[in-house]
Nanobody, 120 residues
Framework: QVQLQESGPGLVAPSQTLSVVCTVS??????????WSWIRQSPGKGLEWMGV???????YSNPSLKSRTSISRELSKNQFSLHLGSVTPEDTAVYYC????????????WGQGTQVTVSS
């Protein structure tokens, strides 16, 4: 079964870029009908969808974050990454990567999440 594992810096200074990486095992990020998303949860808040990259490399970000968000992939490592620029303490959250596979019956898979704190 597919496994997703996030890795991140743990601590990021304000105004810097936050980067987190999702490593995928037992599946390929180019598999047809797969959408690979980044979702975060801040303290006391619900889940916030940040953006997605499709199996074909197309991407889309939450409009509220679009100006400072980019999502990329590294095919040779079977990874995809989130880059969030100009961070503030409000960006402190647990960051999750997620797979949604639309194969008639939609299935989702989640990583365990990685905590990232924005602080000096």
């Amino acid at each position: 079964q597919v496994q997703l594992q996030e890795s991140g810096p743990g601590l990021v200074a304000p105004s810097q870029t936050l980067s987190v990486v999702c490593t995928v095992s037992n599946d390929s990020i180019t598999t047809t009908d797969s959408a690979w998303s980044w979702i975060r949860q801040s303290p006391g808040k619900g889940l916030e969808w940040m953006g997605v990259i499709g199996y074909d490399g197309s991407s889309y970000s939450n409009p509220s974050l679009k100006s400072r968000t980019s999502i990329s992939r590294e095919l040779s490592k079977n990874q995809f990454s989130l880059h969030l620029g100009s961070v503030t303490p409000e960006d402190t959250a647990v960051y999750y990567c997620n797979l949604r596979r639309n194969t008639g019956s939609t299935r989702e898979y989640w990583g365990q999440g990685t905590q990232v704190t924005v602080s000096s």
